[in-house]
C-alpha cells in the first residue's frame, strides 16, 4: 500500500508538470510559417490587408492550433472579408468590414449586411454590426435583432444607445432571463424611449 | 494543531497542484500527510492522495473524484472514498454541494464518534452530504458548511456536523484562516469526530488564486471613450491582485499589462469603434473571459469576450 501511494504520488507529480501536448507552433510570426505566408500572398491578391489575417493567425499560435487548422482558419477569414467588403459597399468607417466578417462567421447572410447598408448608406455600422453579433450569440433571432437595430439606426439613435443594446442584454440574461424574453423587454423599452441627441464622446459605462 | 474529546493533537501538511493547461476540465491532485498524537498513547500518521476531474462553466461547474490513503499506527489501515460535487456563483457567493462514500479497515477512527462500529465488523463504508457557502468581500472570505454522514457497512447511527472559517487576505500571498465547529471522522487521514477550533496560514505561489477552481470566467471589464479617442479599459479585479492583463484585437493579441489606480485596475489604449474581442488575464493565470461579457468561442475552439465600443 504503501509502495502504491508513493507510485500514484510520482505519477501525479509528472503528470501535473508534463507540458500538454498541442499543436505544431505556439510563438512566432506567422508570416515565416511557408503555409501561412501563402496563405497571406493569395489574400493579398484579394485586397484583405495582412493583418486582419495576421490576427487570425496569431489567435491559433496562442491556442496551439496545428498549421493546417491555422490556414484554414486565415482562408475562411481572407473570404468572409472579402464578401463583408462587397456586402457593405461604400464602407463608411474602419472596423466595418471586420464587424461583418465576424457576422458572417456567426452564420448572418450576406444579404442581411446588404440590407442594413442599403438603409444606412452613409453611416458607420461598426458599432451596429457589433451589437448585432452580441444579439445573435445570445440566441435572438437575426430577423429580431436586425429589425431593431436597423429602427434604432432609423431613428439616428447615437452609437451608445445601440451599444446599450448589447450590454443591457447581457445583463438581463445574467438575471435568469430568456433570450427572447429578454430580447423583446429591451426592444419595448429602447423604442419606446424618445430619440435622443447626439452623445458626446465621453462616456461613463453603466456598472451593474 | 486541533483536540478532540480524547485530548488528540495532530499536524497537517497539504499541497495542491492545478494543471494550467485544461481551462474547462482540470484536474486537482492533491495530498495530505498528517502527523498525530493522542494523549491515551496512540500515535501514528497518516498519507492521503486526491484526485479531481472538473467540468466548469461561467458560472457553475461539477466534479467527481477519489482519494485513496493510509493510516499508519500500530497497524496499517488503508481507505478509499468517492466524492461527486457541484458549485455554482452568484457574484461573490459560491455554493457548493458535495456527496461522497468512504470505506475504511480502520475501526479506531470510528470509536467515539457518532457512527459506532458494529460488534465484529472489519470493513466500515461511510456516505456523507455536505452543502457550503462562500462569500467573499474584501480582504475575507467567509464559508459556511453543515452536512450529515449515514453508516452503510458495519457501522450504526448517523451524525451531523457543521463548521465556519473566516480567512483574512494578510498580502498577496498569504492568509490567515480561523474556523471552528465539527466535524466527522476522516477515515482518509485518521481524524476522529471532532469540535475544534482552529488558526492557520495558507501560502499560495500564485497571488490571489483560488485553490479550488472558481469557473472560467475572469473579473469585469468596462471600457470608456475619452475625449481624446482612447479607450479607457477597467477591470474589476482585487486590487490585492499581483497583475492584471488585457489582450485581445485592440492589442493585436499581445498582452498588455493594467496599472493600479487606486483600487481599479486602468490601461488606456487606441481602439477603433465596434467589436473588439478580448481576454483577460489574473496573477499570470488563465486567459479568461470577463464575467460581463459575451462569450463565443473561435475557429480554433478558443473562447473569448466580445465588448462592442462605441
Same mark, same amino acid.
Given at each position: 500500500?504503501?509502495?502504491?501511494?508513493?507510485?500514484?504520488?510520482?505519477?501525479?507529480?509528472?503528470?501535473?508538470?508534463?507540458?500538454?501536448?498541442?499543436?505544431?507552433?505556439? @510563438?512566432?510570426?506567422?508570416?515565416?510559417?511557408?503555409?501561412?505566408?501563402?496563405?497571406?500572398?493569395?489574400?493579398?491578391?484579394?485586397?484583405?490587408?495582412?493583418?486582419?489575417?495576421?490576427?487570425?493567425?496569431?489567435?491559433?499560435?496562442?491556442?496551439?492550433?496545428?498549421? *493546417?487548422?491555422?490556414?484554414?482558419?486565415?482562408?475562411?477569414?481572407?473570404?468572409?472579408?472579402?464578401?463583408?467588403?462587397?456586402?457593405?459597399?461604400?464602407?463608411?468607417?474602419?472596423?466595418?468590414?471586420?464587424?461583418?466578417?465576424?457576422?458572417?462567421?456567426?452564420?448572418?447572410?450576406? *444579404?442581411?449586411?446588404?440590407? #442594413?447598408?442599403?438603409?444606412?448608406?452613409?453611416?458607420?455600422?461598426?458599432?451596429?454590426?457589433?451589437?448585432?453579433?452580441?444579439?445573435?450569440?445570445?440566441?435572438?433571432?437575426?430577423?429580431?435583432?436586425?429589425?431593431?437595430? *436597423?429602427?434604432?439606426?432609423?431613428?439616428?439613435?447615437?452609437? @451608445?444607445?445601440?451599444?446599450?443594446?448589447?450590454?443591457?442584454?447581457?445583463?438581463?440574461?445574467?438575471?435568469?432571463?430568456?433570450?427572447?424574453?429578454?430580447?423583446?423587454? #429591451?426592444?419595448?423599452?429602447?423604442?419606446?424611449?424618445?430619440?435622443?441627441?447626439?452623445?458626446?464622446?465621453? #462616456?461613463?459605462?453603466?456598472?451593474? | 494543531?486541533?483536540?478532540?474529546?480524547?485530548?488528540?493533537?495532530?499536524?497537517?501538511?497539504?499541497?495542491?497542484?492545478?494543471?494550467?493547461?485544461?481551462?474547462?476540465?482540470?484536474? !486537482?491532485?492533491?495530498?495530505?500527510?498528517?502527523?498525530?498524537?493522542?494523549?491515551?498513547?496512540?500515535?501514528?500518521?497518516?498519507?492521503?492522495?486526491?484526485?479531481?476531474?472538473?467540468?466548469?462553466? !461561467?458560472?457553475?461547474?461539477?466534479?467527481?473524484?477519489?482519494?485513496?490513503?493510509?493510516?499508519?499506527?500500530?497497524?496499517? &489501515?488503508?481507505?478509499?472514498?468517492?466524492?461527486?460535487?457541484?458549485?455554482?456563483?452568484?457574484?461573490?457567493?459560491?455554493?457548493?454541494?458535495?456527496?461522497?462514500?468512504?470505506?475504511?479497515?480502520?475501526?479506531?477512527?470510528?470509536?467515539?464518534?457518532?457512527?459506532?462500529?458494529?460488534?465484529?465488523?472489519?470493513? &466500515?463504508?461511510?456516505? !456523507?452530504?455536505?452543502?457550503?457557502?462562500? +462569500?467573499?468581500?474584501?480582504?475575507?472570505?467567509?464559508?459556511?458548511?453543515?452536512?450529515?454522514?449515514?453508516?452503510?457497512?458495519?457501522?450504526?447511527?448517523?451524525?451531523?456536523?457543521? &463548521?465556519?472559517?473566516?480567512?483574512?487576505?494578510?498580502?498577496?500571498?498569504?492568509?490567515?484562516?480561523?474556523?471552528?465547529?465539527?466535524?466527522?471522522?476522516?477515515?482518509?487521514?485518521?481524524?476522529?469526530?471532532?469540535?475544534?477550533?482552529?488558526?492557520?496560514?495558507?501560502?499560495?505561489?500564485?497571488?490571489?488564486?483560488?485553490?479550488?477552481?472558481?469557473?472560467?470566467?475572469?473579473?469585469?471589464?468596462?471600457?470608456?471613450?475619452?475625449?481624446?479617442?482612447?479607450?479607457? &479599459?477597467?477591470? !474589476?479585479?482585487? +486590487?490585492?491582485?499581483?497583475?492584471?492583463?488585457?489582450?485581445?484585437?485592440?492589442?493585436?493579441?499581445?498582452?498588455?499589462?493594467?496599472?493600479?489606480?487606486?483600487?481599479?485596475?486602468?490601461?488606456?489604449?487606441?481602439?477603433?469603434?465596434?467589436?473588439?474581442?478580448?481576454?483577460?488575464?489574473?496573477?499570470?493565470?488563465?486567459?479568461?473571459?470577463?464575467?460581463?461579457?459575451?462569450?463565443?468561442?473561435?475557429?480554433?475552439?478558443?473562447? +473569448?469576450?466580445?465588448?462592442?465600443?462605441?
Amino acid at each position: 500500500m504503501k509502495h502504491t501511494i508513493l507510485r500514484a504520488a510520482v505519477l501525479a507529480l509528472v503528470i501535473a508538470v508534463l507540458p500538454p501536448a498541442t499543436g505544431a507552433q505556439s @510563438t512566432g510570426d506567422p508570416a515565416a510559417v511557408p503555409q501561412l505566408k501563402a496563405e497571406l500572398d493569395r489574400a493579398a491578391k484579394l485586397g484583405v490587408p495582412a493583418e486582419f489575417l495576421l490576427s487570425t493567425a496569431r489567435r491559433g499560435m496562442m491556442f496551439g492550433a496545428s498549421t *493546417n487548422k491555422i490556414r484554414d482558419a486565415m482562408r475562411g477569414a481572407a473570404d468572409r472579408y472579402v464578401t463583408a467588403r462587397e456586402a457593405l459597399s461604400p464602407v463608411q468607417a474602419e472596423g466595418e468590414i471586420g464587424a461583418g466578417a465576424d457576422l458572417l462567421q456567426a452564420n448572418v447572410t450576406k *444579404n442581411a449586411l446588404k440590407s #442594413l447598408r442599403a438603409a444606412h448608406m452613409t453611416r458607420s455600422l461598426a458599432v451596429p454590426l457589433g451589437v448585432l453579433q452580441v444579439l445573435v450569440s445570445k440566441g435572438v433571432p437575426v430577423k429580431q435583432a436586425l429589425a431593431t437595430v *436597423n429602427e434604432m439606426l432609423k431613428r439616428k439613435d447615437s452609437d @451608445t444607445r445601440i451599444a446599450s443594446l448589447g450590454t443591457d442584454m447581457q445583463g438581463l440574461l445574467a438575471q435568469g432571463l430568456a433570450p427572447s424574453a429578454a430580447f423583446d423587454a #429591451l426592444s419595448r423599452g429602447v423604442l419606446s424611449l424618445p430619440q435622443s441627441p447626439a452623445v458626446g464622446s465621453v #462616456l461613463a459605462p453603466q456598472r451593474k | 494543531m486541533s483536540g478532540d474529546s480524547v485530548a488528540a493533537a495532530q499536524l497537517l501538511m497539504g499541497v495542491e497542484l492545478l494543471p494550467p493547461w485544461a481551462e474547462h476540465a482540470p484536474i !486537482d491532485i492533491g495530498g495530505v500527510w498528517a502527523l498525530y498524537g493522542i494523549a491515551e498513547g496512540d500515535r501514528g500518521q497518516s498519507r492521503a492522495l486526491y484526485l479531481r476531474q472538473h467540468l466548469m462553466g !461561467d458560472r457553475h461547474g461539477l466534479w467527481v473524484g477519489g482519494a485513496i490513503g493510509q493510516i499508519d499506527r500500530a497497524t496499517a &489501515f488503508a481507505s478509499n472514498a468517492f466524492d461527486a460535487g457541484a458549485w455554482i456563483t452568484r457574484g461573490p457567493a459560491r455554493l457548493t454541494a458535495v456527496v461522497s462514500t468512504t470505506t475504511s479497515n480502520d475501526r479506531g477512527v470510528f470509536v467515539h464518534t457518532s457512527v459506532r462500529p458494529k460488534q465484529f465488523a472489519e470493513h &466500515f463504508r461511510v456516505a !456523507d452530504a455536505t452543502l457550503s457557502l462562500e +462569500y467573499e468581500t474584501g480582504r475575507f472570505e467567509l464559508q459556511g458548511t453543515t452536512g450529515g454522514r449515514m453508516a452503510l457497512h458495519g457501522l450504526r447511527g448517523s451524525s451531523v456536523f457543521g &463548521f465556519v472559517s473566516v480567512a483574512w487576505r494578510m498580502a498577496q500571498t498569504t492568509r490567515l484562516v480561523f474556523s471552528g465547529g465539527s466535524q466527522v471522522a476522516d477515515p482518509l487521514r485518521g481524524t476522529p469526530e471532532w469540535k475544534f477550533v482552529s488558526a492557520g496560514i495558507r501560502i499560495s505561489r500564485s497571488p490571489g488564486v483560488s485553490a479550488i477552481p472558481r469557473g472560467p470566467a475572469a473579473p469585469p471589464l468596462y471600457a470608456q471613450r475619452l475625449i481624446d479617442g482612447r479607450v479607457r &479599459f477597467v477591470i !474589476d479585479a482585487p +486590487y490585492s491582485s499581483a497583475s492584471v492583463e488585457v489582450m485581445g484585437t485592440f492589442t493585436d493579441w499581445k498582452s498588455v499589462e493594467l496599472d493600479l489606480e487606486g483600487t481599479q485596475w486602468v490601461v488606456t489604449l487606441p481602439a477603433v469603434p465596434g467589436p473588439h474581442r478580448l481576454r483577460v488575464r489574473v496573477n499570470g493565470g488563465e486567459w479568461r473571459v470577463p464575467s460581463n461579457l459575451t462569450v463565443q468561442r473561435d475557429e480554433f475552439g478558443a473562447r +473569448y469576450g466580445i465588448i462592442v465600443i462605441p
